[in-house]
């Protein structure tokens, strides 16, 4: 049994020995496993909380704090349109909607089904002279339009159907 649940977590245990399984490195731990997953499985923060001798609960509530930590699955491309003040004065509503109807997101769900695409809308992205403003994973395309939100999606899905 445990050598079904080390195979099981391998990866994680690679990042518990990177990081000394210290639990002052907690965060960078969760992190790094995120990273790995694209999101932190509820299996994998319980092993991380025993591994790290703390208890769930605890691991748990650092997961929830932060923003950057997510609970469910998120696509291999994580969309994010800015809906700042600058953003939105420059209808950031329209991109956000031509975005979820090219990847057929109904209304509350942001991730694709195929776990392609993740749609998240953000308070600012730091970039207000380019606005409207999105970021597909790091890289940020400004004074987008609808049309442009499109154009960028469809390189994305072609480069995948290549793959």
Do not use: W
Not at 17 to 36: F, G, N
Request: proline share 4%.
């Amino acid at each position: 049994m445990k050598q079904t649940t080390t195979r099981q977590f391998e990866k994680i245990c690679e990042i518990l020995d990177r990081y000394e399984r210290k639990p002052a490195k907690l965060i960078p731990i969760l992190q790094a496993v995120q990273a790995e997953y694209r999101y932190l499985p509820k299996e994998a923060l319980a092993y991380v909380a025993t591994a790290l001798g703390l208890s769930p609960s605890s691991v748990f509530g650092v997961a929830t704090f932060y923003a950057h930590f997510a609970l469910t699955p998120k696509g291999k491309y994580v969309v994010h349109v800015c809906d700042g003040t600058a953003c939105h004065v420059k209808n950031s509503e329209s991109l956000l909607a031509a975005i979820r109807k090219k990847l057929a997101l109904k209304e509350g769900k942001n991730t694709t089904d195929d776990l392609l695409f993740t749609v998240e809308t953000v308070s600012c992205l730091g970039a207000c002279g380019l606005a409207p403003v999105m970021v597909v994973n790091e890289v940020v395309h400004g004074m987008m339009t609808p049309a442009k939100c499109d154009e960028v999606l469809d390189k994305i899905l072609e480069s995948e159907a290549t793959q």
